[in-house]
């Protein structure tokens, strides 16, 4: 299993560290690396897009020739995408509230960006997770998901507002699993 973390910008070193962990911690055999060019994506299996900001990511994205790639491994089954916060965003067929992003398209959800305020604004609450209950979540400046559909499950809720969606092999989350040692969503994304 090879797992790469989108090393553009954000909480890469984060994801990388706690991806690891999981692996031992989950006993799963494989290798996590940084993806900052199109050759770092070779042979991988599943692509972490990390918490940052979604205008930079999407924009660098594109001009490294990494959102391209991307469409091409989905597209041919090779590759499963988890967006966590920002990289939620770039998951979504539609940004309501912004332009600049221009995201991948890869699952059926809308999205908001900074929902919740400012950084200041940024707080951590229990969420309830279909297939794994209690979890401690921490959101940062989060973007809310507002509507999912077609083949697009909902897995976590905050208030009436979605929090976490599945769709095939592609998972959005708006909050940073990376932040707290709890490894589980790693291992749903791992077992996709
Ligand atoms: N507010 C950021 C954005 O819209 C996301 C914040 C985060 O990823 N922690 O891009």
């Given at each position: 299993m090879?797992?790469g973390?989108l090393?553009?910008?954000?909480?890469v070193?984060e994801h990388?560290?706690?991806?690891?962990?999981?692996?031992r911690?989950?006993?799963?055999q494989?290798e996590?690396?940084?993806?900052?060019?199109?050759?770092?994506m070779?042979?991988?299996d599943?692509?972490i897009?990390?918490?940052?900001?979604?205008?930079?990511?999407?924009?660098?994205?594109?001009?490294?020739g990494?959102?391209?790639?991307?469409?091409k491994?989905t597209?041919?089954?090779?590759l499963?995408v988890?967006g966590?916060?920002?990289?939620?965003?770039?998951m979504?067929k539609d940004?309501?509230d912004?332009n600049r992003?221009?995201?991948?398209?890869l699952?059926?959800i809308s999205v908001r960006?900074?929902?919740?305020?400012r950084?200041?604004?940024?707080?951590?609450?229990?969420?309830?997770?279909?297939?794994?209950?209690?979890y401690?979540?921490?959101?940062?400046r989060a973007?809310?998901?507002?509507k999912?559909?077609?083949?697009?499950?909902?897995?976590?809720?905050?208030?009436?507002?979605?929090?976490?969606?599945r769709?095939?092999?592609?998972?959005?989350l708006?909050?940073?699993?990376?932040?707290?040692e709890d490894?589980?969503i790693?291992?749903?994304?791992?077992?996709?």
């Amino acid at each position: 299993m090879k797992v790469g973390v989108l090393g553009i910008q954000g909480d890469v070193s984060e994801h990388v560290i706690a991806a690891r962990n999981a692996m031992r911690f989950h006993n799963l055999q494989g290798e996590v690396t940084t993806v900052r060019r199109v050759e770092d994506m070779k042979n991988l299996d599943y692509l972490i897009i990390p918490g940052g900001e979604s205008t930079t990511i999407s924009r660098l994205m594109i001009k490294s020739g990494i959102y391209d790639e991307i469409l091409k491994m989905t597209e041919q089954g090779e590759l499963g995408v988890i967006g966590t916060c920002a990289g939620s965003i770039l998951m979504a067929k539609d940004v309501v509230d912004d332009n600049r992003v221009i995201p991948l398209k890869l699952m059926n959800i809308s999205v908001r960006r900074n929902f919740f305020g400012r950084q200041r604004e940024s707080f951590e609450t229990e969420l309830e997770i279909k297939g794994f209950g209690k979890y401690h979540a921490v959101f940062i400046r989060a973007p809310v998901i507002e509507k999912c559909w077609g083949s697009c499950e909902v897995l976590a809720k905050i208030g009436d507002k979605i929090a976490m969606a599945r769709e095939g092999r592609f998972i959005a989350l708006i909050f940073h699993p990376e932040l707290t040692e709890d490894y589980r969503i790693y291992k749903l994304f791992f077992d996709l």
